[in-house]
């Protein structure tokens, strides 16, 4: 079984750490997995995008229209994502909007950005993952939480366990450990109630 999840939102949301999280995760569970990321700018604020293939893939890259999941932790760059998108592809977005650097145009409104994403997939989700991470004590835990959602949300927890994700949170991120698990638990949480 193959699944390919496409990320996508800017510096410092820690979608690096997500990915290796995974990444981990898929190793500990004896699956084949590549990760691969791109950079707008490789700075905090650009944009980054990350491609998590776990199965058999020939390339690095998951082709446009192939995304089986995408988590967009900023809902600009969820806009970008659709390309990758089909009409069976799952969709979580963090709702949390950041005016790109140096933008002077206008951006657009979150509820429109929602409206296309629906028009385009037959599941698409919206976490207010940077709020709920705030009131964990912390906005860097937004990816935890966005990595509860995906969990909930998807099949990949028919191919990773929730024990391999939290060895792996563990592993990955080796300090704050408990704040990070409570803000995945809380993510997951959140999101199996939207199912």
Do not use: C, W
Not at 46 to 53: F, L
Not at 76 to 88: D, K, Q, S
Not at 106 to 121: C, Y
């Amino acid at each position: 079984m193959r699944l390919n999840i496409y990320l996508t939102g800017v510096g410092g949301q820690g979608l690096i750490t997500f990915a290796s999280i995974i990444g981990q995760a898929a190793v500990d569970s004896g699956l084949r997995v590549t990760v691969a990321e791109t950079h707008g700018l490789s700075q905090r604020g650009g944009a980054v995008d990350v491609h998590i293939r776990i199965g058999e893939a020939h390339s690095p890259l998951i082709p446009r229209g192939e995304a089986d999941v995408v988590v967009a932790f900023e809902i600009i760059e969820a806009l970008r994502a659709l390309p990758y998108t089909n009409p069976a592809t799952v969709f979580i977005a963090n709702r949390r909007l950041i005016p790109p650097p140096a933008f002077r145009g206008k951006l657009p409104k979150p509820e429109d950005v929602e409206v296309e994403i629906k028009s385009r997939v037959a599941s698409a989700y919206f976490i207010d993952a940077y709020n709920h991470a705030v009131k964990l004590g912390n906005p860097i835990f937004e990816n935890m939480v966005m990595l509860g959602a995906l969990f909930a949300l998807t099949r990949v927890k028919e191919l990773i366990s929730m024990d391999a994700v939290e060895g792996a949170i563990v592993k990955v991120i080796g300090k704050a450990v408990q704040e990070n698990l409570r803000a995945f638990r809380l993510g997951y949480s959140i999101a199996s109630a939207r199912r």
